[in-house]
C-alpha cells in the first residue's frame, strides 16, 4: 500500500466510514447529534458544534492548500464559530463538514510519493505527509472529546 493510500484510508477511518481505533467515526457521532444537544456546553468544555467548527476550520484551511491554493488559516481563529441557532444551522455545519472530509481524503488518495514529501507552505511546517498525518491525531483528539461531551450532556 503507498503512502497516499494509507492516509486516505486513515481519514476515511476517522472521518466517515471506520471504527477501528475509537470504534466511531465524526460521520456516526454527529448524525445522532440534535442542534440542542450540539450547542449546550457542559461545564467549561467546549461544545460539540464548536468542536466540530474547530475540525471542521483545519480540514478545510488544509484543503485549501492541497487544492494548490494558499493557506489562509491562523489558529487563532479556530474557534470563532458563527452563531448556531437553528437546526438547519447545525445542519449545514455537519454536511459542510462530512463534505469537506470526504473532499480531504479523495484529494490525499490521488497524491504521489513526490507530493506527500514536498514542504508544505513552508519548511518550518514539515512535509505534506506530516501535516495530513498531524490532522488525522488531531481529528482523533476531538472526535474522543465530542463523544464524552455527547455523554456527559445526555446525562443531564
Do not use: C
Amino acid at each position: 500500500m503507498n503512502s497516499a493510500t494509507y492516509l486516505s484510508g486513515r481519514l476515511n477511518e476517522v472521518f466517515l466510514y471506520g471504527k477501528w481505533i475509537a470504534n466511531t467515526n465524526y460521520k456516526e457521532q454527529l448524525e445522532t447529534i440534535s442542534f440542542v444537544v450540539a450547542t449546550k456546553r457542559y461545564s467549561e468544555l467546549n461544545s460539540i458544534a464548536a468542536l466540530t467548527f474547530h475540525v471542521n476550520y483545519y480540514v478545510a484551511g488544509v484543503l485549501n492548500v492541497l487544492r494548490e491554493g494558499n493557506l489562509e488559516i491562523s489558529d487563532k481563529y479556530s474557534f470563532d464559530m458563527p452563531v448556531i441557532d437553528s437546526e438547519n444551522k447545525w445542519t449545514k455545519l455537519k454536511t459542510e463538514f462530512l463534505q469537506n472530509a470526504e473532499e480531504f481524503a479523495k484529494v490525499v488518495e490521488q497524491m504521489s510519493e513526490e507530493q506527500l514529501q514536498r514542504i508544505f507552505v513552508k519548511e518550518d511546517y514539515g512535509t505534506y505527509y506530516r501535516n495530513i498525518e498531524a490532522l488525522i491525531e488531531h481529528a482523533y483528539y476531538h472526535l474522543g472529546q465530542i463523544t464524552l461531551i455527547k455523554k456527559l450532556v445526555n446525562q443531564n
